[in-house]
């Protein structure tokens, strides 16, 4: 029996031996191939010689080749040990077209498609380039836009692409419906909405556009509104979106269920962190027993919890929310439980969606680096500092999870925006001839984030030029120089002489800790007065040439918790210059420079900002009238500018001291179809002092300024407009006002 087993094994041995011979793959035949090497193939079938050769081998070769992209067409085929395999290359593509679109331009289509010339023809990929045009439409509203894509056949196995579009009408929302709810009025609900019922006024806003990702948002901002006004409960029950027949226009359909109204409970906090008090926690939390639910205080207290916790040195926490019903009916307690988090680090750091802006202009602003200890802290505080540069209409740091436990991903996904501005500014008082101010600016110069700067303004008495070159990180340092060339060139006609100033400037500014800069100067200027023929001799006195060589220094201190848009603390500058290292004029003039912030509710944002100054000659100098202050403009609104203050003749002089304050709030106007924000202010000011008894005897005594106004500022499709509108409280009869103010923008 033991013979029969053994001879059975042998014989089976030798079978699958000679079955492993004949299916050996000896040598492998690559057919069709004309740009991609044959080893290159072989790498991707992921085959070699000596791999004995199965069905399942085959469907491996076949599927790893047809996931390349790269083929159109693949045989695979197995005889007397050689393995064949006959492909098709897709075609290279030459030339990508768009023939049809006129609302949307081709630099817009070509950023969503990943098909661009030179690279290699896929179906899948024109799938999905199609998909996200379509998305593109669907965005501006144009939900029944069509795109077919078409192949023109060339030599060399390459094509040309063209996708020829038909944009369909935007699709409009004429009617918001509201079903449901009792407790808020539909007009109520509709104002929270971003999407808004067509109208005339909105001709030329996009609010009335129809969009399904528009309106997930609006669901969402309607449901946190009933949260955070003591519904917590609040759903949608149904949510339709219908066209209405032989119309572009939608009708939408909310249906709502607001549930019973809450007030909070009893508030537990647990802490498991030493440093940290819950006793003291609960009394500083906003969340206190009585009061009506509010989602939104609940992710404060959370936000006041970490903060807290970062103080006592904790970066890493963790902080369960448990909502249980209270001793009373309609009643919400709440336990907050605080743990110590796992510690998490920073693997990799990745950029996208910057199409212009080099990568390191963004890094710079970063303040955590790759194998750091995770900080939401710090990433706040640079996305904050990425928004501040005014390159971007959008900043997200997203964290993306690794494969590691105790490692993350950040990924920023920035948006450009239009960095350069042609401005038109012009003033106009019905005591003064109007003005004219022409600029052109780029913020963000080849996309390296250098500043230029070219403005002029030109009115029947003055004109006057800056140009200006700023570059942010001298050396790849946090080293920021500017260099600036400016004249000045006024011609009064009710005085019998004029003006000339021309100067330049060079200045550096460096931190010199995480909220502490300062900056160094020097300028050099030269101010001319040339008096006519027919001037008198006191005119006559003024004339000559100041020869000005000045160094200074600023140094600033910055507590704002954002210098994107603050809404809490303050920053100061002080600021002293001297005059006298060359040139012939002496003096020394000191700056001060305040401003507060500070949240008055949930809509409005407080600011108190003072600044003033003084110069005074040294070396039995007196200081020339070119270095005086002056107020004015957008310095003391409402007041025309370098036009308060001691007067010779018909000419302002500005005087040796100066302050002005002003308190501001932001006064939102709900206007839905445009956007446009608003800032109430109160404006006190004054300059005044003349050292010089050669002036003779004018008034040059302090005399308070005062202003009352709006400043409407609005985000148009040509740029930013910002108008400001000003009533006098308080004023000299010597002043020149200038009640309206306006501004007008246009970005490239």
Known sequence: MKKYLLFLLFFLFLNNNSYATENLINSISIEGIQRIDKETVISYANVSKGDVYTEEIGNKVLKSLFETN????????FEENILSIKIQENPTINLVK??????????????????????VYSRSKIKKDIERMLTLYQRAGRLSTEINPKLEMLDNNRVNLTYEITESDVAKVSDIIILGNNIFSAKKIKSIMKTKEKTLLR??????????????????????????????????????????????NFE????????????FGELEVESKLKKIDPEYVKNILPIKKGNIFNRSLLKESIEQLKELAKLEGYSFIEIDTNLLDGSE??????????????????????IAGNTRTVDKVIRREIEITEGDPYNKYSINYSKDSIRALNFFSEVEINEIRTDFLDKINLEINVEEKNTGEASIGAGYSSSNAASLNLGLRENNFLGKGQKVKFDTSFSNTRTTYDVSLTEPYFNNKPLLLTTNIYSNFTDPTNVNYETEDLGFGLSSSFPISIDRYIELRYSLFTSKIKADSNATAYENALAGTDTVSSLGYTLSLDRRNSRYKPSDGFNIKLSQDLAGLGGDSYYYSNNFELNYYKRLSKRFIGAYKLQGGNINGYNDKYSPL????????????????GKIGPKLGNSYTGGQYYYLTSLETNFDLEIDAFDITTTAFIDVGSVWGLENPAYGSIDDGHEARSSIGINFNWESAIGPISIIYANIIASNRNDTTDNLYFDIGYNF
């Open 203 to 248: 001709y030329l806003s996009s609010s009335d556009n129809y969009d399904p990702d528009k309106l997930e948002y609006d669901k969402q901002l309607i449901t946190e509104f009933y949260n955070n006004n003591g519904y917590p409960e609040f759903k949608f029950t149904s949510s339709i979106a219908q066209l209405k027949t032989n119309t572009n």
């Open 252 to 263: 939408i359909i909310l249906n709502v269920n607001e549930g019973d109204k809450f007030k």
């Open 626 to 641: 070119s270095s005086n202050f002056k107020l004015g403009g957008k310095k003391l609104r409402g007041f025309k500018s």
């Open 98 to 119: 768009f023939i049809g679109n006129s609302k949307i331009k081709d630099e817009d289509l070509v950023i969503e498609i990943l098909l661009k010339e030179r690279s």
């Open 329 to 350: 009916v309609n009643e919400v307690d709440v336990k907050l439980i605080i743990n110590e988090g796992p510690r998490v680090y920073v693997n990799k750091i990745n």
């Open 70 to 77: 790269l083929f159109s067409n693949i045989q695979v085929s």
